[in-house]
T-cell receptor
Framework: ETGVTQTPRHLVMGMTNKKSLKCEQH?????MYWYKQSAKKPLELMFV???????ENNSVPSRFSPECPNSSHLFLHLHTLQPEDSALYLC????????????????FGPGTRLTVL | KNQVEQSPQSLIILEGKNCTLQ??????????LRWYKQDTGRGPVSLTI?????NTKSNGRYTATLDADTKQSSLHITASQLSDSASYIC???????????FGKGTKLSVKP
């Protein structure tokens, strides 16, 4: 295991539902990330948090709302999603914001498989 | 445009055989290149990371090469095992903002 856990592992929701994804890292890292992984597409970075502060939002629709109460926990609140939002949502953490050096490493959780009906 | 292209899209090999996965990129400027292995139902796990000055790096039966002049990298798997069945993702860090640019991955299936 990588030290990053995600719950739930699978989620099926209707377009009018409200749900939340949870990510927890036990590595003492300060940076956390949300990614979306769709079939046959590259990973898409959604949000970046550093010391609980959002540092990056890659034009993500407002129906996705992140929350980072502390450096160990990251949530993704979902509401009025669309079927095209069905994907694997991956959380990752790193000791600090990636700087481009050889020791840059992100540790990924197992993901939440989301299906929107 | 900064892009990472991986080939083949999918590959089936017999257990014990070797294989090579390719990654071509157009990212500039270049910081580093990383190969990830992603098992089904799991998140990606880093295999190797290579910077501009590194040509080859090994991690057990995995050997990555980098040619910064031609902007190509390969991941060679020796004596494949059933547990090597996974998606292999190439990620390049670079561009004017130092972003991570992900390839779509190569899905490898190792058959007995």
């Amino acid at each position: 295991e990588t030290g990053v856990t995600q719950t739930p592992r699978h989620l099926v929701m209707g377009m009018t539902n409200k749900k939340s994804l949870k990510c927890e890292q036990h590595l003492g890292h300060n940076a956390m990330y949300w990614y979306k992984q769709s079939a046959k597409k590259p990973l898409e970075l959604m949000f970046v948090y550093n010391f609980k502060e959002q540092t990056e939002n890659n034009s993500v629709p407002s129906r996705f709302s992140p929350e980072c109460p502390n450096s160990s926990h990251l949530f993704l609140h979902l509401h009025t999603l669309q079927p095209e939002d069905s994907a694997l949502y991956l959380c990752a953490s790193s000791p600090s914001l990636l700087s481009g050096g050889a020791t840059d490493t992100q540790y990924f959780g197992p993901g939440t498989r989301l299906t929107v009906l | 445009k900064n892009q990472v292209e991986q080939s083949p899209q999918s590959l089936i090999i017999l257990e014990g055989k070797n294989c090579t996965l390719q990654c071509n990129y157009t990212v500039s400027p270049f910081s580093n290149l990383r190969w990830y292995k992603q098992d089904t139902g799991r998140g990606p796990v880093s295999l190797t990371i290579m910077t501009f000055s590194e040509n080859t790096k090994s991690n057990g039966r995995y050997t990555a090469t980098l040619d910064a002049d031609t902007k190509q990298s390969s991941l060679h798997i020796t004596a494949s095992q059933l547990s090597d069945s996974a998606s292999y993702i190439c990620v390049v860090r670079g561009g004017s903002q130092g972003n991570l640019i992900f390839g779509k991955g190569t899905k490898l299936s190792v058959k007995p």
